[in-house]
């Protein structure tokens, strides 16, 4: 039985002394594969981000001109209020884009840009039950990337209408 477990241990031997003769070798490999893909990973690093920049610049922008959008709605909407209610003397269209700019100075994001929204009204002063509608334009300047696309597709207009009838 001696004799049978003699060869088993010097074979399980020569394994691990094998195994401990390549090991080196293999881990020095290693570290060159892995050298290879730290280099192969910095260069997709480099092609992917100005994508994600993009990605992420554009969902910022995206948010800003929404935002935008939401306050020159919010602004018509506080413009025709001040315009229906039952007041005496009625309120003016000059007492309407008060209201409206005073709204959209306030809230606005404009990026440091001088533009100003655009105010029409028509209806202002009518008779009860008549409709008065106030509409506020702002073309929007953006941060970086709505200066850009304005470049390529022209000024970026945002419009919103309210109606309300008189009091």
Same mark, same amino acid.
Do not use: C, W
């Given at each position: 039985? %001696? +004799?049978? /477990?003699?060869?088993?241990?010097?074979?399980?031997?020569?394994?691990?002394?094998? &195994? %401990?003769?390549?090991?080196?070798?293999? +881990?020095?490999? $290693?570290?060159?594969?892995?050298?290879?893909? &730290?280099?192969?990973?910095?260069?997709?690093?480099?092609?992917?981000?100005? *994508?994600?920049?993009? *990605?992420?610049?554009?969902?910022?922008?995206?948010?800003?001109?929404? @935002?935008?959008?939401?306050?020159?709605?919010?602004?018509?909407?506080?413009?025709?209020? &001040?315009?229906?209610?039952?007041?005496?003397?009625?309120?003016?269209?000059?007492?309407?884009?008060?209201?409206? !700019?005073? @709204?959209?100075?306030?809230?606005?994001? =404009?990026?440091? =840009?001088?533009? /100003?929204?655009?105010?029409?009204?028509?209806? !202002? $002063?009518?008779?009860?039950?008549?409709?008065?509608?106030?509409?506020? %334009? @702002?073309? @929007? &300047? $953006?941060? $970086?990337?709505?200066?850009?696309?304005?470049?390529? /597709?022209?000024?970026? =207009? *945002?419009?919103? /209408? =309210?109606?309300?009838?008189?009091?």
């Amino acid at each position: 039985m %001696s +004799h049978t /477990t003699r060869p088993f241990a010097a074979h399980a031997a020569s394994k691990s002394s094998a &195994a %401990s003769r390549h090991a080196p070798a293999l +881990h020095a490999s $290693g570290r060159r594969r892995s050298r290879r893909q &730290a280099g192969v990973a910095a260069v997709e690093f480099a092609l992917i981000l100005p *994508l994600l920049l993009l *990605l992420i610049f554009g969902t910022v922008e995206l948010g800003i001109a929404l @935002y935008d959008k939401a306050v020159i709605t919010n602004a018509s909407r506080e413009g025709a209020r &001040a315009g229906i209610v039952l007041k005496s003397p009625k309120p003016t269209s000059a007492d309407i884009k008060n209201v409206v !700019q005073n @709204y959209t100075s306030s809230f606005l994001v =404009t990026f440091g =840009t001088a533009n /100003t929204p655009t105010v029409t009204q028509t209806g !202002q $002063g009518g008779a009860f039950g008549t409709p008065l509608s106030v509409t506020v %334009s @702002y073309q @929007y &300047a $953006g941060l $970086g990337l709505g200066a850009m696309l304005s470049a390529v /597709t022209g000024p970026i =207009t *945002l419009t919103a /209408t =309210t109606v309300m009838n008189n009091e």
